[in-house]
Structures are given as structure tokens and as C-alpha cells.
């Protein structure tokens, strides 16, 4: 039997499209770019640092001392062929600054903590 068919899917959260535009034009172009190149990986799980503690399952982007923070959902749909939709989901983007309560960690950690990344209300699709 072959692998399933593989489709990536990027996906912002409205809190993670707040953070970008608040950081320079520079710093989120450059985020962005480095997320859209998970398009043509095979598993966007191996390719950045994984998170430790209280965000354990999720990634880092790093552009400088800004991080975007990502996890993987997979999704598998059988009906007659498998297909594997793998849903790249960033939830904070920021400055890593630590110690300070506006650390992107520290709001990750907040955004986890709260449950809000659950909800499918509160993203969509990223189009490059």
C-alpha cells in the first residue's frame, strides 16, 4: 500500500495576526516567508525546534530575537483513499524577550492555558 496523499495547510489565529502586525514590516515579512516554506517539507514537525514544558507539541519559527509558535494537527480522511491533511496552526508571534511579561513565550503559554486555540472560529487559512 503507498503513503497517503499529503496536503499542507497553514493557518494564522486572529491573536497570531494581531502579533504580526504590531511587530516591524521587516520581522513579520521575514516570519511569514520562513512559515510559507512549510509548505514544501514532508513533516513541518522535524523541520523547527520543538517546544518544551507548557507547549510541549508545539514549534518555533525564529527570524532575530522574534519567534513564531506553530503546532501540527494531522487530520486523516478515509474514503477509499487516504488523505492526510496536516494543519499548521500559528498561535503568537513576538519578541522573545525574557523575564518580561511580553515575551511571545509567555503569551503562548497564556493562549494554551486559556483553551483558545481550539476554536475554529478564531483562525483561518493563511494565503500567501
Known amino acids: ?11 494564522w489565529t486572529d491573536r497570531a495576526r494581531e502579533c504580526l502586525r504590531s511587530l516591524p514590516k521587516k ?6 516567508e520562513k512559515a510559507d516554506k512549510l509548505y514544501g517539507c ?3 514537525r522535524l523541520v523547527h525546534k520543538p517546544l518544551v514544558g507548557p507547549l510541549a507539541g508545539y514549534y ?14 494531522e ?7 487516504v488523505l492526510v491533511t496536516i494543519t499548521i496552526q500559528f498561535i ?5 524577550e525574557e523575564r518580561s ?10 493562549i ?13 487559512q493563511h494565503s500567501s
Not at 518555533?60 to 494537527?73: K, L, N
Not at 494554551?112 to 472560529?121: A, N
Open 1 to 11: 500500500m503507498s503513503d497517503p496523499a499529503r496536503r499542507i495547510r497553514i493557518e
Open 27 to 32: 520581522v513579520a515579512k521575514g516570519l511569514v
Open 42 to 44: 514532508e513533516d513541518p
Open 60 to 73: 518555533r519559527i525564529t527570524y532575530g530575537r522574534y519567534r513564531a509558535i506553530y503546532r501540527v494537527v
Open 75 to 81: 487530520d486523516e480522511i478515509a474514503n477509499g483513499d
Open 92 to 96: 503568537a508571534a513576538g519578541k522573545r
Open 101 to 110: 511579561k511580553h515575551d511571545v513565550y509567555e503569551l503562548a503559554c497564556k
Open 112 to 124: 494554551v492555558e486559556m483553551g483558545i486555540v481550539d476554536s475554529r472560529d478564531d483562525h483561518e
